[in-house]
């Protein structure tokens, strides 16, 4: 068991930045968030043995091992998909301290379109299933289009649980200085927005940017003689239901986010249930995807999810479950839901731009929709 056995010590990101227009590689990036996250802890990036990140990252540790000095390099890995692989790269780097094969593991993400080199990440790894394509199914908006949809009009999910999510986020993003998305969005500029798919106005998607975004994690042993108080992984699973896929399209709940099963071995794994989680960092690629996300994690039912989620249930410091207390995937930045891992940490420390009082229990979503998707619960030391 991974419970309370490693923490996150160090939080580095990079300024989000419009896609394209960063004017550096996604490598560069990369090195500054790892850079900046071992500063953080207090920790000689040389130190740092083991590199974890997911999907698509083309910074892998070795090329990396110059500029940082790396001493040795005892452990790499990269977690399946894409913004479904993080939190569940957690886990892999957690793996490895527990079993000896790093001490000090950089989980990191970057993306960068300077001069192109990002591309078309999904069709590139053949996510698109041709069936899909010949009928102009193209992208990751319009096949969680039909998910979300058939939430709203089979199961009778209100529409309006979208844009409370998608307000919510925008409201915390006006707190935060790093969020691109700081001016803030009501409700008549979100109805006037234009449609990207239905269900999906503009706002109910997330950005594309350039930025990368890091954190250091060591044994739980270790954290306590660092420079940060620790965040303490108490599990991280990751997998997908049998019939789970977009390419398969024969999920049952066709409405499922992916996270059957894999939530329910966070809370047996844990020991902890949805109703012990003070606040919730929900990876929204979109917004309705991110309330099947609750749905699936239990903190409401299909029944239930009008009531649950709304503005003032979501909203810190005051709702019942504050959720994307940074801004999210919608409103902060994006960066495959890994700046989502440095808000659920920043909640435990207590130095959020939204702080959630007393913050104890913190949880991390990734991936809604993703072929893989994982999900994990971070706490302070009174929750071990």
Request: hydrophobic share 40%; with cysteine.
């Amino acid at each position: 068991m991974l419970r309370g056995t490693t923490a996150v010590v160090g939080l580095g990101d990079t300024p989000f930045h419009k896609r394209g227009t960063s004017g550096e590689p996604a490598l560069k990036l990369a090195l500054r968030a790892i850079v900046a996250a071992a500063e953080d802890a207090g920790i000689d990036p040389a130190d740092i043995d083991g590199f974890v990140s997911y999907g698509a990252e083309r910074a892998e540790g070795q090329r990396m091992m110059a500029a940082l000095g790396t001493k040795e390099l005892r452990f790499g890995a990269l977690a399946w998909t894409h913004g479904g692989g993080i939190p569940g790269a957690l886990g892999l780097a957690a793996t490895a301290i527990v079993t000896g094969q790093a001490e000090v593991v950089a989980v990191y993400r970057a993306m960068s379109e300077y001069r192109g080199s990002r591309g078309n990440v999904d069709v590139g790894q053949g996510d698109t299933p041709a069936q899909q394509l010949v009928n102009g199914i193209e992208v990751p908006v319009q096949m969680c289009a039909l998910r979300s949809m058939r939430l709203i009009e089979a199961e009778g999910v209100p529409a309006r649980t979208l844009r409370d999510m998608a307000l919510v986020s925008y409201h915390h993003a006006a707190n935060n200085p790093r969020a691109v998305g700081r001016g803030g969005l009501d409700v008549e500029t979100y109805d006037a927005s234009r449609w990207i798919s239905e269900p999906y106005r503009l706002y109910d998607c997330s950005r594309e940017n350039d930025a990368g975004s890091a954190v250091i994690m060591v044994s739980a042993e270790r954290a306590k003689d660092l420079r940060q108080a620790p965040a303490y992984l108490l599990g991280a699973p990751m997998g997908a239901a049998g019939s789970w896929g977009m390419r398969e399209e024969a999920a049952d709940p066709y409405w499922s986010a992916g996270f059957q099963g894999v939530a329910d071995r966070l809370w047996r794994e844990t020991g902890y249930g949805p109703g012990d989680v003070d606040v919730a960092q929900i990876y929204e690629n979109m917004t309705g995807m991110g309330v099947s996300a609750l749905i699936e994690h239990g903190f409401c039912t299909l029944e239930g999810a009008g009531e649950f989620v709304t503005f003032d249930n979501l909203v810190a410091p005051t709702g019942t479950l504050p959720v994307n207390t940074s801004g999210g995937n919608l409103a902060e930045g994006f960066v495959h839901g890994m700046s989502l891992v440095g808000e659920a940490v920043r909640q435990i420390r207590g130095t959020s731009s939204n702080q959630v009082p007393d913050a104890t229990l913190s949880l991390m979503t990734g991936g809604p929709g993703d072929p893989v998707v994982s999900t994990a619960l971070l706490a302070g030391s009174a929750a071990l």
